[in-house]
C-alpha cells in the first residue's frame, strides 16, 4: 500500500504564499479610467491640477477627496471630456479622450451617468419627466418600456410614489435621489457624483451613501465620488485618493491605509484638524499692504 504523501513544511507554506502574492502584484490591475501625469488650468495665471497621476479600477467605487478649489470637480471635467488637459493623458476603457474628436466624446458620455453637485433637476418637469429625460434624448425606446425603466429607477432611490410630483414638490434629499436616479437611467458604465452629501441631513447623507455603494454593487459600474466628507466616503469606498491645495496628489489607499498615515497634509484632512500644512486663508498679499497700513 502506497504511503500518504508527506505534508508540507511550515516553510513550504510559507514560500507558497509569498509565491501567490508575488503573482497578484504582479498581474496588472483592471483600470476603467486612467489618468497620466495630467496638467490643467483654466488660463495661464494659476494651474488647478499640477502632475496628477491616478487610476481608477473597474468595478470599484473611488473616492477623491481633498479641499475645496483643489480641482476635484475639474478632474471630472476632464474625464467627461469637457475640456482638454494642457498635457499629460486621460484613458477611458482604453481610449484615449481626446475633446477634438466629437463623436468620440458622445459615444464615452453615453457610458456614464453624471449626479451634478446640486442636483441639475429641470424645475418645470415631473420627477417622472426628469428621470426620463436621457432616455428620451439618447434611446428610440417605445413609452411603455421607457415608463417601465423610469419606475424602477425610482424604486432603486426609494421614490417610486413621488413620480407625479414637481421638483418644487420634494426636499433636498430627495431631490438629490431623484438627480441619482436620473444618473442611472442609462445604466452606465461609469457614474461620477460631484459632492453627494452636500447640503444632505444626517439621515438623507446615510441613504445616499448606501445607495452608493448597493448600486455600484448591483450594476457593476464604476463610481467616482468628489466629496470632502471623509466618514462617509471612507464608510463606502474602495480606494481614495487625496488631493493637495496645490493641485497635486500627496495620497492614496484604501481607508484603512489613509487613516494610518503619518504624513501631515493627510492627517491635518482626515481630521479635520485647523492647524497644519494646509492654510485658511488664500494665498494673497501681506495685509498691511493690502489696506495702506505702515506696520
Known amino acids: 500500500m502506497p504511503s500518504p504523501p508527506a505534508r508540507p513544511t511550515t516553510e513550504a507554506l510559507r514560500a507558497e504564499v509569498q509565491r501567490a502574492r508575488t503573482w497578484q502584484t504582479a498581474v496588472p490591475q483592471d483600470d476603467f479610467i486612467t489618468v497620466d501625469h495630467v496638467t490643467f488650468g483654466y488660463d495661464t495665471s494659476r494651474t488647478i491640477l499640477n502632475d496628477v497621476s491616478a487610476r481608477f479600477a473597474r468595478g470599484k467605487v473611488t473616492a ?15 474625464i467627461g471630456g469637457v475640456y482638454a488637459a494642457n498635457r499629460g493623458t486621460i484613458t477611458f476603457d482604453g481610449e484615449r479622450v481626446d475633446t477634438r474628436d466629437k463623436a468620440l466624446i458622445y459615444r464615452l458620455r453615453r457610458r456614464l451617468g453624471m449626479l451634478f453637485q446640486f442636483g441639475a433637476l429641470f424645475t418645470d418637469l415631473t420627477v417622472f ?4 429625460f436621457p432616455l428620451r434624448e439618447h434611446t428610440n425606446l417605445p413609452e411603455s418600456m421607457i415608463r417601465d425603466i423610469v419606475l424602477m429607477k425610482l424604486n432603486a432611490v426609494g421614490l417610486r410614489g413621488a ?3 414637481r421638483i418644487s414638490e420634494v426636499s433636498g434629499g430627495m431631490a ?13 458604465d461609469l457614474i461620477m457624483y460631484d459632492e453627494p452629501f452636500a447640503g444632505l441631513d444626517p439621515i438623507s447623507m446615510g441613504v445616499t451613501a448606501n445607495l452608493i455603494r448597493k448600486l455600484n454593487d448591483a450594476t457593476g459600474a464604476t463610481s467616482l465620488i468628489v466629496s470632502h466628507d471623509v466618514q462617509e466616503c471612507f464608510m463606502i469606498c474602495d480606494y481614495a485618493y487625496l488631493i493637495s491645495s496645490q493641485g497635486r496628489i500627496v495620497a ?12 501631515p497634509e493627510v492627517r491635518q484632512f482626515i481630521r479635520g484638524e485647523p492647524d497644519g500644512p494646509v ?17
Not at 477623491?64 to 476632464?78: D, E, F
Open 64 to 78: 477623491i477627496m481633498g479641499g475645496s478649489g483643489c480641482g476635484k470637480t475639474t478632474l471630472l471635467r476632464l
Open 129 to 132: 419627466e426628469n428621470v426620463a
Open 163 to 165: 413620480a407625479p410630483l
Open 176 to 188: 438629490r435621489r431623484i438627480a441619482l436616479a436620473r444618473a442611472i437611467a442609462l445604466d452606465p
Open 252 to 263: 492614496h489607499g484604501t481607508p484603512r491605509e489613509l487613516q494610518a498615515s503619518d504624513d
Open 279 to 295: 492654510r485658511f486663508h488664500y494665498p494673497a498679499r501681506p495685509v498691511a499692504e493690502e489696506f495702506g497700513v505702515r506696520v
